[in-house]
T-cell receptor
Framework: GQQLNQSPQSMFIQEGEDVSMNCTSS?????WLWYKQDPGEGPVLLIA?????ELTSNGRLTAQFGITRKDSFLNISASIPSDVGIYFC?????????????FGKGTHLIIQP | DTEVTQTPKHLVMGMTNKKSLKCEQH?????MYWYKQKAKKPPELMFV?????LSINESVPSRFSPECPNSSLLNLHLHALQPEDSALYLC???WGGGTEAFFGQGTRLTVV
């Protein structure tokens, strides 16, 4: 599968702060997906992006599909305790469609009291 | 409520045991996947079934044997596993032509 570089690896923030994370690929993607995973659970799809330049929101979450089609960003505004977890970017494993996903290494979000 | 159900949620097995993991979906999706996830790592693709046929096998050892009896069920048969096979095993589905995957809650496997 293709390599995805996700950063930062972890974030320690205060409740109420905004969060930003990003993902880059060495090759062009037609789709970018963002997932959140809680401990012991499966990943849950947050946002799907299909067009270069696309900006999509889901509540306090906003994600963008980079113009170059090689990157994507996820922002979380006004973080709350339930935002804690691991966030993964993902894209098509090879040709797309039913070929499965390749994931970034994840951003571990920790909210300090 | 998840529409992709995996059983069991936890499994402890010895290295000589034979066990099976089960995944069931009622989303009408035509592609199903097995992923393996080690602690603090991203999920890694193992197998892809498309329209009940195995289409991708990512060089997974033969001690893992997938099976897709019908469009709603996906099994992963386990035999002679090693302790390093301990991981969270995730099942996922897509409608077949799309990329958005929906995951089950996973089976936490421990090999002793």
């Amino acid at each position: 599968g293709q390599q995805l570089n996700q950063s930062p690896q972890s974030m320690f923030i205060q409740e109420g702060e905004d969060v930003s994370m990003n993902c880059t690929s060495s090759s062009i993607f037609n789709t970018w997906l963002w997932y959140k995973q809680d401990p012991g659970e499966g990943p849950v799809l947050l946002i799907a992006l299909y067009k270069a330049g696309e900006l999509t929101s889901n509540g306090r979450l906003t994600a963008q599909f980079g113009i170059t089609r090689k990157d994507s960003f996820l922002n979380i505004s006004a973080s709350i305790p339930s935002d804690v977890g691991i966030y993964f970017c993902a894209g098509p494993y090879s040709g797309g469609g039913a070929d499965g996903l390749t994931f970034g290494k994840g951003t571990h979000l920790i909210i300090q009291p | 409520d998840t529409e992709v159900t995996q059983t069991p949620k936890h499994l402890v097995m010895g290295m000589t045991n034979k066990k099976s993991l089960k995944c069931e979906q009622h989303m009408g999706h035509r592609a199903m996947y097995w992923y393996k996830q080690k602690a603090k790592k991203p999920p890694e693709l193992m197998f892809v079934y498309s329209y009940e046929k195995l289409s991708i096998n990512e060089s997974v050892p033969s001690r893992f044997s997938p099976e897709c009896p019908n469009s709603s069920l996906l099994n992963l048969h386990l035999h002679a596993l090693q302790p390093e096979d301990s991981a969270l095993y995730l099942c996922a589905t897509t409608w077949g032509g799309g990329t958005e995957a929906f995951f089950g809650q996973g089976t936490r496997l421990t090999v002793v």
